[in-house]
């Protein structure tokens, strides 16, 4: 024992060291075991993160937008491919080249042959003066001048539609008939005096002449239409429209006299040339209705619509403004933008607020298009008045949205010269909408307008200074 202790004494630093080197050992394991493992973990997850990076660089995902409605987009994720990518994007381009020219065609249709009147008016004219002129050219365009038809009235002669037989000038036939006859009578008389069997006569003549005359002006017109049924705003020539509560002051006004200069903008006449385009619409629907594929257009008495009485646009309000409210108070002003909405949906224009069960909006900053309703009423065959429905939705995006019907007094009509053959008719009150693109109308529209719609402005441009200089 004493010899150990004398060597653990000689010894005491290699003792030492070996009793902490056998203390070390176990502890050290267990710290480099923890460590390891954090190592271990560490480098795992670089690595996974790396590892998911670099499968995600190889691989992309290839998609075909849906172009139809209830089509999917074709989507898949793969490693890249020469061929799969040559075929998307063959593919993607061609789509997109059809849904551009869907576009195209629908612009084009909806904007059909329907063109500025004066040009250099819209959306500003040049300078006060040009203004001034323009508008004034303008407003007889629209109203007619002595020397020259308003458009309304060179738009129906185009159509073929027209009035019955002047009551003046068939009074005059009749009269001037009625004189020979009774001289044919009295001079082969005896005693130069008709008797009353030639005098019942004359007058079952008479009641014959006037219906052919009645009778040959229907044959001669595609429908009965004259200006008075859309200019200021006017009720139904019948006084019995439908309108649901609605008032004149819910429509667009069209002047029947040139307003003062003064008081023509360039909105006013945006109004007068969106309304004219709206009512040509219209027109051109009853046109195409009474369309024959073979034999071309009708006559009035084999024609499904016989006559419009009234057609009234709804009215953009452009509401309050602090330097123009003398024009928004105008008689003439036919207003545009939001309008009053009628509990039958009549007079709803760009209302955001008012939808149809078309479901269709406008007077949004990001809408495509806007909207104006249209009161519409007419005599149609009552067999046939589908006809006249589907022509309206192929001449523009209009749709029907409401129908009412009622008798009409055919022989109170009859007296006044409107013959509608053999067909049985009704009076129909139709509410349209209709659908007008911004893609090629917002170009025209004034800065009053486009604030009514909702559309905001180009701060940018420039004002042109009102002086007349």
């Known amino acids: 024992m004493s010899k150990i202790i004398g060597f653990i004494k000689a010894n005491l630093i290699v003792v030492i060291s070996i009793v902490l080197i056998l203390a070390f050992l176990p502890t050290g394991y267990i710290f480099a075991n923890k460590w390891n493992k954090k190592i271990y973990e560490k480098a795992n997850a670089a690595y996974t993160k790396e590892k998911r990076a670099l499968a995600s660089a190889g691989k992309i995902t290839y998609t075909l937008p849906a172009v139809l409605e209830g089509e999917e987009d074709l989507s898949e994720t793969r490693a890249p491919n020469h061929a799969v990518t040559k075929f998307y994007q063959t593919h993607k381009a061609q789509r997109e080249e059809q849904v551009q020219e869907v576009v195209d065609r629908g612009t084009a249709f909806n904007q059909g042959d329907h063109v500025e009147l004066v040009p250099g008016l819209l959306p500003r004219a040049a300078d006060d003066r040009t203004q001034k002129r323009l508008g004034r050219e303008m407003a007889e365009a ?16 185009r159509l073929n539609a027209g009035s019955p037989p002047d009551p003046e000038a068939l009074k005059a036939t009749l009269e001037d008939f009625k004189t020979r006859e009774e001289q044919r009578y009295e001079n082969a008389s005896a005693d130069g005096k008709m008797t009353s069997l030639q005098t019942e006569q004359l007058n079952n003549d008479l009641t014959a002449r006037r219906l052919g005359e009645y009778i040959g002006r229907a044959k001669a017109l595609t429908f009965y239409c004259t200006p008075q049924a859309f200019v200021d705003g006017a009720e139904s020539a019948s006084g019995s429209s439908n309108t649901g509560g609605s008032s004149k002051s819910d429509y667009s006004v069209i002047p029947s006299a040139v307003p003062p200069l003064s008081t023509i903008d360039e909105a006013m006449v945006f109004n007068w040339l969106w309304d004219y385009w709206i009512i040509s619409d219209v027109l051109e629907a ?79 900053a990001d809408s495509a298009y806007d909207i104006r309703m249209i009161e519409l009423v007419v005599i149609a065959s009552s067999q046939d008045l589908p006809r006249f429905i589907d022509a309206i ?63 905001p402005l180009d701060t940018g441009r420039d004002e042109f200074d009102d002086s007349d200089g």
């Open 286 to 364: 009853a046109a195409l209705a009474n369309q024959d594929p073979v034999s071309g257009a009708m006559a009035i008495p084999d024609a499904p619509v016989k006559r419009i009485e009234s057609i009234r646009v709804s009215k953009i309000e452009l509401g309050d403004s602090s330097t123009q409210d003398t024009v928004s108070d105008d008689p003439y002003y036919s207003g545009g933008g939001r309008s009053a909405s009628s509990s039958r949906g009549g007079a709803q224009a760009n209302d955001a607020s008012a939808e149809s069960f078309t479901q269709r909006t406008g007077g949004e």
């Open 393 to 455: 939705g192929k001449t523009n995006y209009m749709t029907v949205t409401d129908l009412d019907l009622e008798e009409v007094d055919v022989w109170s009509d009859l007296e006044q010269g409107y013959y509608y053959g053999d067909d049985h008719v009704v009076r129909a009150t139709i509410t349209i909408e209709s659908v007008w693109l911004r893609s090629w109308l917002e170009p025209l529209m004034p800065d009053r307008i486009k604030t009514a719609l909702g559309i």
């Open 142 to 157: 629209i109203v007619g001048t002595n020397s020259s038809s308003s458009v309304y009235q060179r738009k129906l002669q």
